[in-house]
């Protein structure tokens, strides 16, 4: 059984389009593998930070109580 051949559109290679392949569909396998990502560096939070986060949250809070509870009859 044959499968459709494809051109990949970052670096133009044919490849292959098979059932199992993980990625984009029109990207080869070599294209398609994630890319590692930075690791993530827990840094300690302020209060500062905290206080900020806390009060944004807040806010957030009232505003989707006033969108979900707001009467407009």
């Given amino acids: 059984m044959s499968f459709p051949i494809r051109t990949c559109v970052v670096c133009s290679r044919e490849f292959e389009l098979k059932p199992d392949k993980p990625g984009f ?17 827990d840094r300690p939070v302020s209060a500062f930070d ?7 949250n807040a806010a957030r809070r009232k505003a ?10």
């Fill in 50 to 56: 905290h206080k900020t986060e806390a009060e944004a």
């Fill in 25 to 41: 569909a029109n990207r080869c396998p070599a294209c398609s593998e994630p890319e590692e990502e930075e690791p993530v560096i």
């Fill in 64 to 73: 989707i109580r006033e969108l979900l509870y707001s009467s407009e009859g």
